[in-house]
């Protein structure tokens, strides 16, 4: 007897042909928004990884109620992709578009980790792509889906992309961290942080 799971392609292939899922082939393709609505909370994270396999030239923004929705939608998201595209060479990773968690009125700025992930969902975002076989699928909550960020104009007039071999003046490269908003500091503790 084995132990082994069924066949993933085969899986995937015989819920294609099942009855709840031929209305959302018909229209999945031509909607700009798809609410789901009546899916039990352990089943939407894996339906959120079929539409995406089914629609994957599309980005697809995953909104959630909560951050802990989020959070378990998320790293559920990343089992399920990782077991449908294990044949493929899609990337598996979901990416995390977390809420400034801080209110307009404080004087603070918001966590490393949250700005870290926000500008790394947006740097992918703006190298899609058009026509591209494998599209983002970003998981974010309401609040953050809301809040205002980097037009793609202005985040690619502060990418800086060194390749192997490069040379380049480290004053130069300190004082264009610094426009960027770097904190000198004596050692670098966390992100956001350069040292000379």
């Known amino acids: 007897m084995s132990l082994d799971l069924p066949g993933t392609a085969a899986s995937f292939t015989d819920l294609c042909?099942?009855?709840?899922?031929?209305?959302?082939?018909?229209v999945g393709g031509?909607?700009?928004?798809?609410?789901?609505?009546?899916?039990?909370?352990?089943?939407?994270?894996?339906?959120?990884?079929?539409?995406?396999q089914l629609f994957s030239a599309q980005t697809i923004m995953v909104v959630c109620p909560?951050?802990?929705i989020q959070e378990k939608v998320h790293q559920e998201l990343k089992t399920w992709l990782l077991r449908l595209t294990k044949s493929s060479l899609q990337s598996s990773d979901p990416q995390y578009f977390p809420a400034w968690d801080i209110l307009p009125h404080e004087s603070r700025l918001p966590h490393a980790d949250v700005l870290s992930e926000r500008l790394e969902t947006l740097i992918h975002l703006s190298k899609t792509t058009?026509?591209?076989?494998?599209?983002?699928?970003?998981?974010?909550n309401g609040i953050g889906f809301?809040?205002?960020t980097f037009t793609s104009e202005e985040l690619k007039k502060r990418f800086r992309s060194f390749t192997l071999g490069d040379r380049i003046d480290p004053l130069d490269l300190i004082e264009w961290l610094e426009d960027q908003a770097y904190e000198p500091e004596a050692q670098v503790t966390q992100k956001g942080e350069i040292a000379l």
């Open 66 to 68: 909560t951050v802990q």
């Open 130 to 140: 058009k026509g591209s076989t494998s599209s983002p699928l970003v998981v974010t």
């Open 17 to 26: 042909d099942s009855p709840a899922f031929k209305p959302l082939l018909k």
């Open 30 to 52: 031509q909607v700009e928004s798809l609410s789901i609505n009546d899916v039990s909370p352990g089943g939407d994270a894996f339906l959120i990884a079929v539409i995406s």
């Open 146 to 148: 809301l809040q205002r």
